[in-house]
Protein backbone atom coordinates (compact mmCIF):
# COMPACT_ATOMS: atom_id res chain seq x y z
CA UNK A 1 0.00 0.00 0.00
CA UNK A 2 2.71 2.29 0.74
CA UNK A 3 4.49 1.78 -2.09
CA UNK A 4 1.46 2.40 -4.23
CA UNK A 5 0.80 5.65 -1.79
CA UNK A 6 4.33 6.50 -3.41
CA UNK A 7 3.85 6.18 -7.34
CA UNK A 8 0.25 8.22 -6.57
CA UNK A 9 2.23 10.74 -5.54
CA UNK A 10 4.58 10.59 -8.21
CA UNK A 11 1.38 10.45 -10.74
CA UNK A 12 -0.17 13.64 -9.10
CA UNK A 13 3.11 15.62 -9.78
CA UNK A 14 3.46 15.14 -12.89
CA UNK A 15 -0.25 14.76 -14.13
CA UNK A 16 -0.73 18.04 -15.24
CA UNK A 17 1.62 18.02 -17.83
CA UNK A 18 -0.09 16.51 -20.93
CA UNK A 19 -3.57 15.99 -20.54
CA UNK A 20 -5.17 14.82 -23.61
CA UNK A 21 -8.55 13.24 -24.95
CA UNK A 22 -9.47 11.00 -27.53
CA UNK A 23 -12.25 9.34 -28.68
CA UNK A 24 -12.68 6.25 -30.75
CA UNK A 25 -15.75 5.24 -32.60
CA UNK A 26 -16.69 1.58 -32.43
CA UNK A 27 -18.68 -0.01 -34.97
CA UNK A 28 -22.11 -1.08 -33.55
CA UNK A 29 -24.05 -2.96 -35.99
CA UNK A 30 -27.76 -2.78 -35.22
CA UNK A 31 -27.07 -1.17 -31.50
CA UNK A 32 -26.95 -4.74 -29.78
CA UNK A 33 -24.85 -3.05 -26.91
CA UNK A 34 -25.60 -5.41 -24.71
CA UNK A 35 -23.19 -8.43 -26.43
CA UNK A 36 -20.19 -6.07 -26.43
CA UNK A 37 -17.69 -6.91 -23.60
CA UNK A 38 -14.99 -4.00 -22.74
CA UNK A 39 -11.69 -5.16 -21.72
CA UNK A 40 -7.93 -4.84 -20.76
CA UNK A 41 -5.45 -7.18 -21.63
CA UNK A 42 -2.02 -7.75 -21.14
CA UNK A 43 0.86 -10.51 -21.75
CA UNK A 44 4.07 -10.80 -20.35
CA UNK A 45 7.16 -13.11 -21.30
CA UNK A 46 10.57 -13.40 -19.54
CA UNK A 47 8.59 -13.02 -15.59
CA UNK A 48 8.42 -9.36 -16.77
CA UNK A 49 5.43 -9.12 -14.42
CA UNK A 50 7.01 -11.09 -11.90
CA UNK A 51 9.22 -7.99 -11.58
CA UNK A 52 9.07 -6.02 -8.61
CA UNK A 53 9.43 -2.59 -10.09
CA UNK A 54 6.33 -3.77 -12.81
CA UNK A 55 2.70 -3.78 -11.62
CA UNK A 56 -0.92 -3.11 -13.43
CA UNK A 57 -3.26 -1.66 -11.17
CA UNK A 58 -7.15 -1.21 -12.10
CA UNK A 59 -8.38 1.79 -9.83
CA UNK A 60 -6.38 0.91 -6.78
CA UNK A 61 -6.08 -3.06 -7.14
CA UNK A 62 -2.82 -4.42 -8.61
CA UNK A 63 -3.58 -6.79 -11.39
CA UNK A 64 0.39 -8.65 -11.51
CA UNK A 65 -0.67 -11.89 -10.41
CA UNK A 66 -3.42 -12.30 -12.92
CA UNK A 67 -1.29 -13.65 -15.48
CA UNK A 68 -0.01 -16.74 -16.93
CA UNK A 69 3.30 -16.62 -18.85
CA UNK A 70 3.40 -16.36 -22.22
CA UNK A 71 -0.46 -16.42 -22.33
CA UNK A 72 -2.88 -13.25 -23.57
CA UNK A 73 -4.69 -12.06 -20.20
CA UNK A 74 -7.89 -10.25 -20.45
CA UNK A 75 -10.21 -8.77 -17.73
CA UNK A 76 -13.42 -7.37 -18.25
CA UNK A 77 -14.30 -4.04 -17.18
CA UNK A 78 -17.66 -2.40 -16.96
CA UNK A 79 -19.04 0.59 -19.27
CA UNK A 80 -20.23 4.08 -18.02
CA UNK A 81 -17.38 4.48 -15.35
CA UNK A 82 -14.82 6.21 -14.84
CA UNK A 83 -12.10 3.16 -14.46
CA UNK A 84 -8.23 4.56 -13.79
CA UNK A 85 -5.34 1.95 -14.94
CA UNK A 86 -1.33 2.65 -14.08
CA UNK A 87 1.54 0.96 -15.32
CA UNK A 88 4.66 0.73 -13.16
CA UNK A 89 7.49 -0.55 -15.56
CA UNK A 90 10.51 0.04 -13.84
CA UNK A 91 11.03 3.95 -13.10
CA UNK A 92 8.70 4.58 -15.28
CA UNK A 93 4.66 5.33 -14.01
CA UNK A 94 1.87 5.71 -16.54
CA UNK A 95 -1.79 6.43 -15.86
CA UNK A 96 -4.89 6.63 -17.77
CA UNK A 97 -8.57 6.99 -17.06
CA UNK A 98 -10.70 5.01 -19.16
CA UNK A 99 -14.24 5.81 -19.53
CA UNK A 100 -16.30 3.62 -21.99
CA UNK A 101 -19.75 4.62 -22.98
CA UNK A 102 -21.19 1.72 -25.40
CA UNK A 103 -24.14 4.10 -26.01
CA UNK A 104 -22.50 7.12 -27.40
CA UNK A 105 -20.04 4.81 -29.14
CA UNK A 106 -17.17 6.51 -27.84
CA UNK A 107 -14.38 5.56 -25.59
CA UNK A 108 -12.48 8.35 -23.57
CA UNK A 109 -8.84 7.78 -22.52
CA UNK A 110 -7.06 10.65 -20.65
CA UNK A 111 -3.11 10.52 -20.14
CA UNK A 112 -0.05 11.53 -20.89
CA UNK A 113 1.14 8.40 -23.28
CA UNK A 114 -0.69 8.46 -26.43
CA UNK A 115 -2.33 5.08 -26.95
CA UNK A 116 -1.20 3.42 -30.80
CA UNK A 117 -3.60 1.75 -33.10
CA UNK A 118 -1.02 -0.53 -34.28
CA UNK A 119 0.80 -3.72 -32.59
CA UNK A 120 3.96 -3.93 -32.80
CA UNK A 121 5.97 -7.09 -34.35
CA UNK A 122 6.85 -8.35 -31.20
CA UNK A 123 2.60 -8.36 -30.02
CA UNK A 124 1.93 -9.01 -33.57
CA UNK A 125 3.88 -12.00 -33.11
CA UNK A 126 2.31 -12.93 -29.50
CA UNK A 127 -1.58 -12.38 -30.97
CA UNK A 128 -1.07 -14.60 -34.30
CA UNK A 129 -0.37 -17.75 -31.71
CA UNK A 130 -3.98 -17.70 -30.92
CA UNK A 131 -5.94 -20.26 -32.70
CA UNK A 132 -8.40 -18.71 -34.87
CA UNK A 133 -11.62 -19.95 -32.87
CA UNK A 134 -9.60 -17.99 -29.82
CA UNK A 135 -10.98 -15.05 -28.75
CA UNK A 136 -9.26 -11.91 -28.26
CA UNK A 137 -10.95 -9.99 -25.70
CA UNK A 138 -9.56 -6.92 -26.92
CA UNK A 139 -9.42 -7.50 -30.74
CA UNK A 140 -12.07 -4.74 -32.14
CA UNK A 141 -11.11 -0.75 -31.15
CA UNK A 142 -7.83 -2.31 -30.32
CA UNK A 143 -6.04 0.37 -28.52
CA UNK A 144 -2.52 -0.15 -27.35
CA UNK A 145 -0.99 1.65 -23.79
CA UNK A 146 2.23 0.01 -23.71
CA UNK A 147 4.25 -2.27 -25.94
CA UNK A 148 7.70 -4.07 -25.61
CA UNK A 149 9.16 -7.35 -26.83
CA UNK A 150 8.40 -8.67 -23.54
CA UNK A 151 4.77 -7.22 -22.28
CA UNK A 152 1.80 -5.40 -23.66
CA UNK A 153 -0.98 -3.69 -22.25
CA UNK A 154 -3.71 -3.02 -24.17
CA UNK A 155 -7.76 -1.52 -24.58
CA UNK A 156 -10.53 -2.92 -26.80
CA UNK A 157 -14.02 -4.78 -26.97
CA UNK A 158 -15.26 -8.06 -28.47
CA UNK A 159 -19.23 -8.96 -29.34
CA UNK A 160 -17.98 -13.02 -28.75
CA UNK A 161 -16.78 -12.45 -24.85
CA UNK A 162 -16.49 -16.53 -23.96
CA UNK A 163 -17.35 -16.28 -20.57
CA UNK A 164 -20.29 -15.73 -18.82
CA UNK A 165 -21.55 -15.27 -15.14
CA UNK A 166 -24.46 -18.14 -14.90
CA UNK A 167 -25.63 -17.72 -11.36
CA UNK A 168 -24.37 -16.52 -7.82
CA UNK A 169 -25.35 -16.56 -4.33
CA UNK A 170 -23.70 -15.29 -1.36
CA UNK A 171 -21.61 -18.14 -1.02
CA UNK A 172 -21.18 -19.37 -4.65
CA UNK A 173 -20.41 -17.83 -8.20
CA UNK A 174 -21.53 -20.05 -11.04
CA UNK A 175 -19.33 -19.18 -14.40
CA UNK A 176 -19.90 -20.93 -18.19
CA UNK A 177 -17.73 -20.82 -21.18
CA UNK A 178 -17.92 -21.20 -24.56
CA UNK A 179 -16.17 -24.72 -25.45
CA UNK A 180 -13.37 -23.97 -27.83
CA UNK A 181 -13.20 -25.99 -29.56
CA UNK A 182 -16.68 -27.20 -29.49
CA UNK A 183 -16.45 -30.67 -27.23
CA UNK A 184 -12.86 -31.48 -26.85
CA UNK A 185 -12.70 -33.30 -23.57
CA UNK A 186 -9.89 -31.89 -22.48
CA UNK A 187 -9.66 -30.10 -19.35
CA UNK A 188 -8.74 -26.83 -18.48
CA UNK A 189 -8.09 -24.72 -15.35
CA UNK A 190 -10.09 -22.60 -13.46
CA UNK A 191 -8.59 -19.65 -11.19
CA UNK A 192 -10.38 -17.21 -8.85
CA UNK A 193 -8.65 -14.16 -7.38
CA UNK A 194 -10.01 -12.10 -4.47
CA UNK A 195 -8.77 -8.72 -3.27
CA UNK A 196 -6.63 -8.37 -0.69
CA UNK A 197 -4.68 -5.06 0.43
CA UNK A 198 -4.56 -3.68 -2.50
CA UNK A 199 -3.82 -6.60 -4.94
CA UNK A 200 -5.38 -9.51 -6.18
CA UNK A 201 -3.96 -12.55 -4.85
CA UNK A 202 -4.83 -16.54 -6.18
CA UNK A 203 -7.67 -17.82 -3.81
CA UNK A 204 -8.10 -21.54 -6.15
CA UNK A 205 -6.83 -22.98 -8.87
CA UNK A 206 -9.00 -26.27 -10.19
CA UNK A 207 -9.39 -27.97 -13.63
CA UNK A 208 -12.57 -29.32 -14.88
CA UNK A 209 -13.31 -30.74 -18.43
CA UNK A 210 -16.76 -28.99 -17.93
CA UNK A 211 -18.14 -26.38 -19.78
CA UNK A 212 -18.98 -24.55 -16.58
CA UNK A 213 -17.89 -24.22 -12.76
CA UNK A 214 -18.71 -23.84 -9.39
CA UNK A 215 -16.70 -21.87 -6.92
CA UNK A 216 -17.82 -22.23 -3.72
CA UNK A 217 -17.76 -21.33 -0.22
CA UNK A 218 -16.98 -18.09 -0.99
CA UNK A 219 -17.85 -14.90 1.03
CA UNK A 220 -20.63 -12.82 0.88
CA UNK A 221 -20.84 -9.51 -0.83
CA UNK A 222 -17.15 -9.66 -2.10
CA UNK A 223 -15.02 -9.05 -5.06
CA UNK A 224 -13.91 -12.17 -6.83
CA UNK A 225 -11.98 -12.37 -10.06
CA UNK A 226 -12.93 -15.56 -12.01
CA UNK A 227 -10.74 -16.92 -14.83
CA UNK A 228 -10.61 -19.49 -17.36
CA UNK A 229 -7.72 -20.56 -19.07
CA UNK A 230 -7.29 -22.05 -22.32
CA UNK A 231 -4.94 -20.47 -25.12
CA UNK A 232 -5.52 -17.33 -23.13
CA UNK A 233 -6.14 -16.53 -19.96
CA UNK A 234 -10.06 -14.86 -19.78
CA UNK A 235 -11.37 -13.16 -16.29
CA UNK A 236 -14.90 -11.58 -15.21
CA UNK A 237 -14.83 -9.56 -12.36
CA UNK A 238 -18.09 -9.91 -9.99
CA UNK A 239 -19.56 -10.02 -6.63
CA UNK A 240 -21.60 -12.38 -5.02
CA UNK A 241 -24.75 -11.66 -2.80
CA UNK A 242 -24.93 -10.26 0.38
CA UNK A 243 -26.39 -12.32 3.33
CA UNK A 244 -29.37 -11.78 5.04
CA UNK A 245 -29.84 -9.58 7.45
CA UNK A 246 -30.57 -11.12 11.11
CA UNK A 247 -33.32 -10.54 13.76
CA UNK A 248 -35.70 -8.00 11.82
CA UNK A 249 -38.20 -7.64 14.15
CA UNK A 250 -41.18 -5.58 15.68
CA UNK A 251 -39.98 -4.13 18.95
CA UNK A 252 -43.05 -2.32 19.69
CA UNK A 253 -46.57 -1.03 18.76
CA UNK A 254 -49.05 1.31 19.85
CA UNK A 255 -51.39 1.82 17.83
CA UNK A 256 -50.19 4.75 15.68
CA UNK A 257 -46.45 4.03 15.70
CA UNK A 258 -44.29 1.32 15.13
CA UNK A 259 -40.52 0.28 15.63
CA UNK A 260 -38.60 -2.04 13.69
CA UNK A 261 -35.10 -3.23 14.55
CA UNK A 262 -32.66 -5.23 12.88
CA UNK A 263 -28.99 -6.52 12.70
CA UNK A 264 -26.07 -6.81 10.33
CA UNK A 265 -25.28 -10.69 8.88
CA UNK A 266 -22.64 -12.41 10.51
CA UNK A 267 -19.78 -11.50 8.29
CA UNK A 268 -20.80 -7.16 8.66
CA UNK A 269 -20.41 -7.08 4.84
CA UNK A 270 -23.04 -5.09 3.50
CA UNK A 271 -23.52 -1.69 1.91
CA UNK A 272 -26.75 -0.50 2.63
CA UNK A 273 -30.53 -2.02 4.17
CA UNK A 274 -33.81 -2.01 2.07
CA UNK A 275 -36.96 -2.04 3.84
CA UNK A 276 -40.44 -2.65 2.15
CA UNK A 277 -43.41 -1.43 3.60
CA UNK A 278 -46.15 -3.34 2.13
CA UNK A 279 -49.64 -1.14 3.24
CA UNK A 280 -52.55 -3.62 3.25
CA UNK A 281 -56.66 -3.44 2.97
CA UNK A 282 -59.34 -5.33 4.35
CA UNK A 283 -58.76 -7.95 1.87
CA UNK A 284 -55.11 -8.29 2.50
CA UNK A 285 -54.13 -6.80 -0.81
CA UNK A 286 -51.29 -4.86 -0.90
CA UNK A 287 -52.73 -1.45 -1.63
CA UNK A 288 -49.08 0.08 -1.33
CA UNK A 289 -45.36 -0.48 -1.56
CA UNK A 290 -42.82 1.92 0.35
CA UNK A 291 -39.18 1.27 -0.10
CA UNK A 292 -36.48 3.01 2.28
CA UNK A 293 -32.94 2.42 2.28
CA UNK A 294 -30.96 2.88 5.95
CA UNK A 295 -27.74 3.38 5.83
CA UNK A 296 -25.47 -0.04 7.21
CA UNK A 297 -25.31 1.80 10.21
CA UNK A 298 -28.68 2.16 10.75
CA UNK A 299 -30.41 -0.56 13.09
CA UNK A 300 -34.05 1.04 14.14
CA UNK A 301 -36.78 2.34 12.14
CA UNK A 302 -39.93 4.09 13.39
CA UNK A 303 -43.45 4.09 11.03
CA UNK A 304 -45.13 6.78 12.60
CA UNK A 305 -48.61 7.98 11.76
CA UNK A 306 -50.18 4.95 10.83
CA UNK A 307 -53.98 5.23 9.85
CA UNK A 308 -56.58 3.43 12.34
CA UNK A 309 -56.76 0.18 11.17
CA UNK A 310 -54.45 0.85 8.96
CA UNK A 311 -52.56 -2.60 8.39
CA UNK A 312 -49.09 -2.90 7.43
CA UNK A 313 -46.24 -5.87 6.40
CA UNK A 314 -42.22 -5.80 5.71
CA UNK A 315 -39.53 -6.98 3.93
CA UNK A 316 -36.01 -6.76 4.72
CA UNK A 317 -32.84 -7.30 2.26
CA UNK A 318 -29.25 -6.46 2.60
CA UNK A 319 -27.86 -4.77 -0.49
CA UNK A 320 -24.43 -5.09 -1.81
CA UNK A 321 -23.27 -2.57 -4.13
CA UNK A 322 -19.69 -2.73 -5.72
CA UNK A 323 -18.96 -0.33 -8.77
CA UNK A 324 -22.03 -0.67 -11.30
CA UNK A 325 -22.82 -4.19 -9.63
CA UNK A 326 -25.84 -3.92 -7.07
CA UNK A 327 -27.43 -7.15 -5.21
CA UNK A 328 -30.06 -7.78 -3.13
CA UNK A 329 -30.33 -10.64 -0.26
CA UNK A 330 -33.13 -12.71 -0.38
CA UNK A 331 -36.29 -10.75 1.66
CA UNK A 332 -36.53 -11.63 5.24
CA UNK A 333 -40.62 -11.03 5.99
CA UNK A 334 -42.18 -9.75 9.00
CA UNK A 335 -46.09 -9.51 9.36
CA UNK A 336 -45.93 -6.40 11.24
CA UNK A 337 -49.63 -5.27 12.51
CA UNK A 338 -51.61 -7.79 9.95
C1 LIG B 1 -14.02 -7.72 -34.38
O1 LIG B 1 -12.87 -8.50 -34.52
C2 LIG B 1 -13.07 -9.74 -35.19
C3 LIG B 1 -11.76 -10.54 -35.13
O2 LIG B 1 -10.69 -9.78 -35.53
C4 LIG B 1 -13.53 -9.46 -36.62
O3 LIG B 1 -13.77 -10.68 -37.28
C5 LIG B 1 -14.79 -8.62 -36.56
O4 LIG B 1 -15.19 -8.24 -37.86
C6 LIG B 1 -14.58 -7.36 -35.74
N1 LIG B 1 -15.86 -6.68 -35.58
C7 LIG B 1 -15.98 -5.36 -35.68
C8 LIG B 1 -17.35 -4.82 -35.47
O5 LIG B 1 -15.04 -4.63 -35.92
C1 LIG C 1 -47.00 5.96 20.14
O1 LIG C 1 -45.63 6.25 20.14
C2 LIG C 1 -45.25 7.44 19.38
C3 LIG C 1 -43.73 7.52 19.36
O2 LIG C 1 -43.16 7.25 20.59
C4 LIG C 1 -45.87 8.64 20.07
O3 LIG C 1 -45.56 9.82 19.34
C5 LIG C 1 -47.40 8.46 20.08
O4 LIG C 1 -47.99 9.51 20.75
C6 LIG C 1 -47.78 7.13 20.74
N1 LIG C 1 -49.21 6.90 20.56
C7 LIG C 1 -49.98 6.43 21.54
C8 LIG C 1 -51.44 6.21 21.18
O5 LIG C 1 -49.53 6.17 22.64
C1 LIG D 1 -13.19 2.20 -10.51
O1 LIG D 1 -13.60 3.30 -9.72
C2 LIG D 1 -14.75 3.97 -10.23
C3 LIG D 1 -14.98 5.22 -9.40
O2 LIG D 1 -14.90 4.96 -8.04
C4 LIG D 1 -15.94 3.00 -10.18
O3 LIG D 1 -17.10 3.62 -10.64
C5 LIG D 1 -15.60 1.82 -11.07
O4 LIG D 1 -16.66 0.88 -11.05
C6 LIG D 1 -14.31 1.15 -10.60
N1 LIG D 1 -13.95 0.09 -11.52
C7 LIG D 1 -13.74 -1.17 -11.14
C8 LIG D 1 -13.36 -2.13 -12.19
O5 LIG D 1 -13.85 -1.52 -9.98
Redesign the pocket.
Known sequence: MLFFAGITQKMNSLEFSFIFFILVPHTIMFGRCHDMSFSICWMDTNHVLERQDVNVW??D?ALGNIRKEGKVTSLM??PG????LTLQYGDNVEAWTLRISPRTRFTEIRGRQKPQEKPTSATKGFLEILSPTEVFACENSTLFLYQDDHFFLAIGHTMRFPIQLESRSPSMLLVSWVENPPSSSSSLTVNLYHSELGSYKTLSMDTTTDNHYRFTALESCS?YVACVETQTLTCL?TITDPDTPRDFKVTLFNGSSMSLAWDCPGNNKLSSFLLTTFHLDGLNHVTEEVLSLHNKNDFVFMLLNLQPCGRVRFGFQTVCQ???ESRYSKMVLNDGNS
Open positions: LNTVPVENKNSKGI
